[in-house]
Each structure stands twice: as C-alpha cells, then as structure tokens.
C-alpha cells in the first residue's frame, strides 16, 4: 500500500494497512523530517521482538552482527543466530539458504528480558540493523513502515534525525553484504547437505 507524506503524518495506526510505503528524497534531513511528520517515537514495548506467527519478526542477520552480539554476551553462534528456514533445494542431496536469523526461545528473541517489569534488550548495544531501525526500512526509492504502537505520537522525537542515519547505513552494509553474498554464492560449486551462504562463505549445516 502506498500512502503520501500528508496523510501518514495523521493516521490511526489501529486502522491503517502495514507495511505502508512512501517515496523519500534519499538525503538524511528528507527522511528525518518524514520520520518526524509520521510521529515515530519508540516506546521501548518490545512488540518487535515477538513473533505473533510462524515466520513473523525474524530478525535476519549478518555474520559480522552474530559476531557482536557474541561477544556482547550472547555466546557462541549456535546460540545468536539459527538459519534463515526457507532452504532452496540444490543437487541430488542438497539445499541451501541465504540468511541467519537471530534465535527466538519461543515466540520471542531470545534477548528480550524484563528490566523493573518492562521489556528490554540485554544486546541493546549490540543489536543489529533490524532492531535499530524498526519498523522502518528503505527500499528502493521507498521507505517501508510496518506495524508498531511507536507510529503517531504527539510528543516531538528527537530520535528522528538518528534513525535516518541509521537507515541509510543499514542500507550501505546491507548492499555490501550482498555483494559478498553474490561473490561466495557465484564463486564456487554448491556442496551436499543443507548450506547456510553468508557473506563468509559457505555454511555445512551439521546436525
Ligand atoms: S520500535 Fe515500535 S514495536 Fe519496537 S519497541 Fe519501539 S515502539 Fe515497540
């Protein structure tokens, strides 16, 4: 669904169809002054770190993210990340997948605690592209927004101005990854088994 400028700034998030996208000018100050016009302002809820179906708020992540959130704390890379679980099949014997996503222990991330009874991060300064920048994401000329209860806030934001430098990053690292991405899976033949092909290479699954 695509929306204008005029009309998200004034939506009821409860009757609105997500995600929604607006054409952006791509400069910092145009996506800042959108963020602002759309009344984001993030509550700290933790809705975006739970899953209300199956495959719903997979965080996917890139391998130089598993490794920070490692070393935050979250131990080994079994316990961050888990496959991407739509496996393309390969070969006589094979399959393979694009993506990490970040473990869930249930309908959660498994890095969502309760802090004097409300949700928090306990990777908070480790988390990745995702999290930073829900529940927006640039694509193409286009700026995503999807469901979330920090939309249509009267109270001025101050975070504006940071989640459109965060966006525009993320969209840098996510086009570099990309590339490594292209260059590993095009770069050699596709082994047997389920194969995770990140931008370090390619991933025998075992077990
Ligand atoms: S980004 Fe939105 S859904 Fe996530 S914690 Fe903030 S207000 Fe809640």
Redesign the pocket.
């Known amino acids: 669904m695509r929306t204008s400028i005029a009309s998200a700034g004034s939506m009821d998030p409860r009757s609105i169809e997500f995600p929604f996208r607006l054409h952006v000018p791509r400069t910092e100050g145009a996506l800042a002054d959108l963020i602002r016009a759309l009344g984001f302002s993030?509550?700290?809820?933790?809705?975006?770190c739970r899953a209300k179906s199956g495959d719903e708020h997979l965080v996917l992540v890139s391998p130089d993210e598993v490794r920070e959130i490692a070393v935050a704390g979250g131990g080994s890379w079994e316990s961050v990340a888990e496959p991407f679980p739509c496996f393309t099949p390969h070969g006589s014997a094979g399959s393979h997948t694009f993506e990490w996503c970040l473990r869930r222990e249930g309908d959660r991330c498994r890095f969502l605690r309760e802090r004097g009874g409300f949700p928090a991060c306990s990777v908070y300064l480790s988390r990745p592209w995702i999290c930073r920048t829900?529940?927006f994401v640039l694509e193409g000329e286009d700026l995503l927004v999807y469901p979330?209860?920090?939309l249509s806030r009267a109270e001025a934001t101050m975070e504006a101005e940071a989640m459109a430098a965060d966006l525009l990053a993320r969209q840098c690292f996510e086009r570099e990854e990309e590339e490594r991405v292209r260059k590993v899976f095009e770069g050699s033949p596709l082994p047997q088994g389920r194969v995770v092909i990140d931008g370090d290479g390619m991933k025998v699954l075992h077990g």
């Open positions: 993030c509550i700290r809820c933790g809705e975006c829900y529940p979330c209860p920090g």
